[in-house]
């Protein structure tokens, strides 16, 4: 393997342990926010389900990312490197500006724009793209329409309840699960797109096979970045997700978190890359619209589509200059 | 009783989902329908228990 493959898988891994330091924050701020456990705990809780997600999903979505997005035959190392700084340099600038961006989106657009700006718009593979695209507007509208119907269920089961101290007590212990959940689903889902980099990077290098499937020190690696990530950074940046978007009680946070867990099973086991930040935030959502409109903080929900429609060009065109620059000084 | 808004966020997300069909690949164009599909019976849901509670209090 070259020095510029190594470069540039050890680029990858940073990537996702940025994204596990980022997106604790998702996982663990409802289970904080209604001290079912405290930060230090939560985020230990948090790491062990990101870290054990590999071994429930398979590599579907690492397939995606690294043969759906562009024509294998033009990713080399220098295309891949554009498109991991294009997708960081996305994020960095989103952090900045505060827009819920997705690490995820940032990717996609960050290999195609570097691989465009090299090839040309032939080089997309416009099935995987309409899939991936498809699914950044779909994967929140599920989470919102599962949190939504869950925090209903849960109200019409439990309405006659008058000891709700006793009630309260029961979700506390259910969001163990239903954060467990979650961040067995963000491992899954994030952990494999690193992985789906680190195998392009693998062909392009020649050590591994155009067809071959994910090694598992790869695996082991990405889910350990992950975790690693989420372990060192989470507590420091839960600014409570539930209080951002709505009041969340316990029970609500087993909703959201629960409604959340079952779309990123279902697309991680479909092999398609989402946004868990979206999928999060659009269940809490739904979880704030089951008592009223109002109850929902909107400006939120309005953030979150700008992110979808200015994220996969924000990448790329940073990803192509990358790209372009790496290839003039070749 | 003001009309709960939240029948028409249900009614526009599932014309997004319906408008999504055409789109996907034949792997998962089933997914975008039954996804605008929960969305119409969230919005009748919606509607019909905002309709009972006008009726009452249009009733006292």
């Known amino acids: 393997m070259t020095l510029g493959a190594v470069i540039v898988i050890a680029v990858a891994l940073a990537f996702d342990y940025t994204n596990g330091f980022h997106d604790a924050a998702n996982s663990i701020a409802t289970v904080v926010s209604t001290r079912v456990l405290s930060p230090r705990y939560a985020v230990l809780w948090a790491a062990t389900f990101n870290f054990i997600a590999f071994l429930i999903f398979k590599t579907a979505v690492a397939s995606t990312i690294a043969k759906d997005v562009v024509h294998q035959d033009v990713l080399t190392i220098g295309v891949i490197f554009g498109g991991l700084v294009g997708a960081i340099g996305w994020n960095l600038i989103t952090f900045f500006l505060g827009l819920p961006t ?18 040309g718009f032939h080089v997309l593979i416009s099935s995987g793209l309409r899939k991936i695209g498809i699914f950044i507007v779909l994967s929140p509208l599920i989470g919102l329409a599962l949190g939504l119907t869950f925090m209903i269920l849960i109200q019409w089961m439990f309405h006659r309840v008058k000891r709700v101290d006793r009630l309260n007590k029961g979700f506390r212990r259910g969001q163990l699960f239903s954060a467990a959940a979650y961040s067995l689903g963000h491992g899954g889902n994030d952990a494999q797109k690193t992985m789906g980099i680190i195998l392009a990077v693998l062909i392009a290098a020649g050590t591994v096979g155009p067809d071959a499937d994910v090694p598992i020190w790869v695996v082991l690696a990405a889910h350990s970045a992950i975790a690693l990530g989420t372990l060192s950074g989470g507590w420091r940046i839960v ?38 930040t979206h999928t999060i935030t659009g269940a809490i959502i739904g979880v704030g619209a089951s008592k009223r409109m109002s109850a929902v903080r909107w400006t939120m929900a309005g953030r979150v589509v700008v992110a979808w429609i200015v994220t996969i060009p924000g990448a790329a065109i940073i990803a192509a200059v ?9 | ?35 605008g599909t929960g969305y119409v019976v969230l919005a009748i849901l919606f509607l019909l228990d905002w309709w009972s509670r006008h009726r009452a209090t249009r009733g006292r």
């Not at chain 2, 009614?11 to 408008?19: N, Q, S, T």
């Open chain 1, 239 to 276: 600014k409570t997700m539930g209080s951002k978007i709505t009041r969340l009680q316990p029970a609500g946070g087993m909703a959201a978190e629960t409604g959340a867990a079952i779309t990123l099973f279902y697309t991680s086991y479909a092999g398609i890359p989402v946004s868990t």
């Open chain 1, 322 to 330: 990358t790209s372009l620059i790496v290839q003039a000084v070749a």
């Open chain 2, 1 to 35: 009783m003001p009309f709960d808004r939240r029948i028409t966020l249900f009614a526009v997300l599932a014309v997004v989902c319906f408008a999504l069909t055409p789109l996907a690949d034949d792997k998962y164009d089933q997914v975008p329908p039954i996804v």
């Open chain 1, 102 to 119: 997705s690490s995820s989106h940032a990717l996609v657009g960050g290999i195609g724009g570097a691989a465009v700006a090299r090839h």
